[in-house]
């Protein structure tokens, strides 16, 4: 497993959060990037900041509101999908190691929608479905750098490390943890999966380190969509957790740089991941730009 991912400095980036399992988000997703390459001549990259896996299996009749719009588990499927799509596009389709992911491959099995979401899926899956999910897991980046100044972790900016280098170094095995709760305070995989918010003084740090202007992350939820924290730090929500009007993924310009989040702009960079759904403030209809 590549610890960093540097992305090019050309071309198009399409950026998707945290999908849980849904099925139908990452369909959309991919309709989406498969439109970006026709439009930028092929010129175009797909990343998903972690958590593909482990949503909810709830029958419609119990949905809670607070979960958003209705779907139902497919964590193995869009794991498999992400697979064969990024054997599709070599080179163009990536992902980020989110906290549920590496509980497969060493870190602390996740307690969301089960009381072991790890122990559920691999049963789900069987001996050789696991085996092949894990495959996939251990392919994943813990973090991805681009010259544009963009960041992205799956988690809040808050790891303390003074280079890349602390990142690539980095121990996924788990094997340093005498209980589960030992990964909340470790100093660079316990922050990059598992942090909500990062400080100013914290992210600029982060940023510095990583040669970045801007993080950008998942992990939490934002009903509205996306959550900007100063200059420096945007959580987005693509999909987990949210109806579909506001759903928001971003579409990046990889020969750009960005001085901040505040470059980022409604319409633009901000989309809709359901277009006809979205309310004005997300620029209702408009596709990638």
Request: hydrophobic share 40%; net charge negative; aromatic share 8%.
């Amino acid at each position: 497993m590549a610890r960093v991912l540097r992305l090019p400095d050309h071309g198009r980036l399409l950026v998707c959060t945290d999908l849980q399992g849904c099925m139908r988000d990452y369909v959309r997703m991919v309709e989406v990037f498969e439109e970006a390459l026709l439009q930028y001549q092929g010129d175009a990259h797909l990343i998903f900041t972690g958590d593909l896996i482990h949503g909810p299996h709830i029958d419609p009749e119990d949905w809670p509101d607070f979960l958003g719009e209705y779907y139902r588990d497919a964590s193995g499927e869009v794991m498999i999908a992400y697979a064969g799509l990024a054997a599709r596009y070599p080179g163009r389709v990536h992902a980020l190691l989110g906290n549920h992911e590496h509980g497969h491959i060493g870190g602390p099995h996740t307690a969301k929608f089960a009381a072991d979401e790890v122990a559920l899926l691999e049963q789900i899956l069987g001996p050789s479905g696991t085996a092949r999910m894990r495959g996939i897991i251990h392919t994943f980046a813990l973090a991805a750098v681009s010259k544009c100044g963009a960041v992205f972790t799956h988690g809040a900016p808050a790891a303390q490390i003074e280079s890349v280098a602390d990142l690539e170094a980095a121990d996924l095995s788990g094997s340093q943890y005498a209980s589960p709760l030992d990964v909340l305070d470790t100093p660079v995989v316990g922050k990059v999966l598992w942090a909500r918010q990062a400080s100013q003084v914290e992210a600029r740090r982060f940023l510095r380190a990583c040669g970045g202007t801007m993080a950008i992350y998942g992990h939490d939820v934002v009903p509205e969509g996306y959550e900007t924290v100063g200059d420096e730090q945007i959580c987005v929500s693509t999909s987990f957790g949210l109806f579909d009007a506001n759903k928001v993924y971003l579409s990046l310009d990889l020969a750009n740089r960005y001085k901040g989040v505040r470059d980022l702009r409604i319409g633009h960079e901000i989309l809709p991941l359901y277009p006809s759904k979205a309310p004005a403030r997300l620029g209702g209809r408009l596709q990638v730009s």
